[in-house]
């Protein structure tokens, strides 16, 4: 008899977007008038840049050809992106990664959740609280997360470090044991970053435990400021115990395109294992490699023109995000984020939990927003909300704000 993995039955609802929906249809029913702005769900708006798009035209126009067709790819993506990356996103940096360190793949969600595969099921991962679901997720089919605790909302063998305005959103080092340590700057859901110093003494901390630091830099060209490491590989020591995941979703529209990229350094060894060996032979076995139309469509975001074009668009979502920003401070609200990140992390007004402010922005100011308790209890007393809408309704959804708190 074929038995199922039983890890899925631990598994909790997915409970935050559908309830989300279900709340907001239940709403626009009630109210068919009301116009509705949705800044709660992290997808773009703006279409792909239009060197992108001739890239892929010309690509397709390669696959009609038999001198220029392309069949299966190598597993790890073609040779002109991964140089294109080495020489944009680390060389430019100072920083020293070689072409077979880069495993290009169709984006950084199926890499963050696949990695696990090359972990035994005995390592105690640590997480943010709040937190990108899909870490924890990931680990709980794995059978690394123990059992689900509904009413503490946590699972037995997960170690949750919680990341607030009170620790300056930085978490604290774990107490106890943490071998496989999620760490996401800038972050998603708070918008905060770690900078330099920050993210040292957790590589220290990894190297000195041999833990593994998983780092998604999925919003990684958000960051305006200095200081803050655009890989972790600017951290001295990080090629010895961290994993890095980039995408080009966020970054440059991919999210419909699907191209991301893991970085898997040949320092980094574990039990007398190279893991970058060891995941090249993952992917080998299970992956034949993302489109070549695709990955032509992202190379093209490291030519000159496809850099500034693409540079316009995170200007677009940059302003949105200011706008929010200024619009909720002059509201009389705390937020964080914004500055190096397409997320705003709204405190609710003393008293309010995140879901009752979810419902008061969609009944009152007709406004979709993410309440923060659904990434994790550290969440509670905070609503999320995106710099990815159209500038019009996000400059509209500021004004209907302040308008609400000035009643
Ligand atoms: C959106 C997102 C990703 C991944 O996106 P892909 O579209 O799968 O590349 C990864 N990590 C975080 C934190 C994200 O928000």
């Known amino acids: ?14 409970y935050l977007f559908s309830e989300i929906a279900r709340r907001t249809a239940a709403y626009s029913e009630a109210h068919p008038e009301a116009k509705l702005i949705k800044m709660g769900i992290g997808d773009v708006t703006r279409p792909l840049v239009p060197a992108v798009i ?30 294109a990356i080495v020489k944009r996103d680390f060389h430019a940096l100072g920083v020293d990664i070689a072409d077979d360190e880069i495993f290009i793949s169709d984006g950084a969600k199926s890499d963050c959740g696949n990695i696990g595969d090359i972990l ?4 105690v991962v640590a997480v943010c609280d709040p937190v990108y679901p899909v870490y924890v997720d990931s680990n709980a089919m794995a059978g690394r997360a123990g059992d689900y605790d509904e009413a503490a909302e ?39 970053v770690l900078n330099a110093e920050q993210l040292k003494v957790w590589v220290d901390y990894a190297n000195a435990n041999d833990a593994i630091i998983m780092f998604d830099a999925a919003y990684e060209r958000f960051i305006t400021e200095e200081g803050v490491p655009h890989s972790i590989y600017e951290v001295e020591g990080a090629k010895t115990c961290a994993i890095e995941f980039r995408s080009f979703s966020k970054t440059a529209g991919f999210t419909g395109a699907r191209c991301g990229y893991t970085v898997v350094p040949k320092e980094l060894v574990r039990d007398g294992q190279s893991l970058n060996v060891m995941w090249n ?17 992202a190379a093209a975001i490291y030519t000159e023109e496809g850099e500034r074009q693409i540079e316009e668009t995170l200007a677009y979502y940059r302003n949105n995000a200011r706008v929010i920003k200024e619009g909720l401070e002059a509201a009389g609200f705390t937020v964080y ?30 406004i979709i927003t ?19 809408g159209v500038a019009d309704a996000t400059v509209e959804a500021m004004e209907r704000i302040q308008k609400l708190m000035a009643k």
């Open 1 to 14: 008899m074929a038995k199922v993995n039983p890890n899925y039955q631990k598994l909790p609802g997915s």
């Open 154 to 192: 946590r699972w037995t063998n997960i170690v949750y470090m919680p990341t607030t305005a009170e620790n300056g959103f930085c978490p604290a080092l774990p107490e106890g044991r943490a071998d496989v340590i999620y760490l996401c700057s800038p972050n998603n859901p708070t918008g905060t």
């Open 281 to 297: 032979r993952r992917q080998c076995t299970k992956f034949n490699g993302a489109s070549y139309i695709i990955q032509r469509g």
């Open 337 to 366: 984020g914004a500055v190096n990140s397409p997320y705003i992390w709204c405190k609710t007004p003393e008293g309010v939990g995140s879901w009752e402010f979810f419902d008061k922005l969609l009944t009152e100011a007709n």
């Open 54 to 83: 001739e890239a892929m035209h010309a690509a397709v126009e390669d696959m009609a050809k038999s001198e220029t067709f392309h069949g299966y790819g190598p597993e790890q993506g073609y040779d002109f992106l991964r140089a």
């Open 370 to 388: 993410t309440p923060g308790a659904g990434f994790g209890p550290s969440g509670e007393g905070y609503v999320r909300l995106t710099a990815f």
């Open 120 to 123: 035994d099921v005995d390592n």
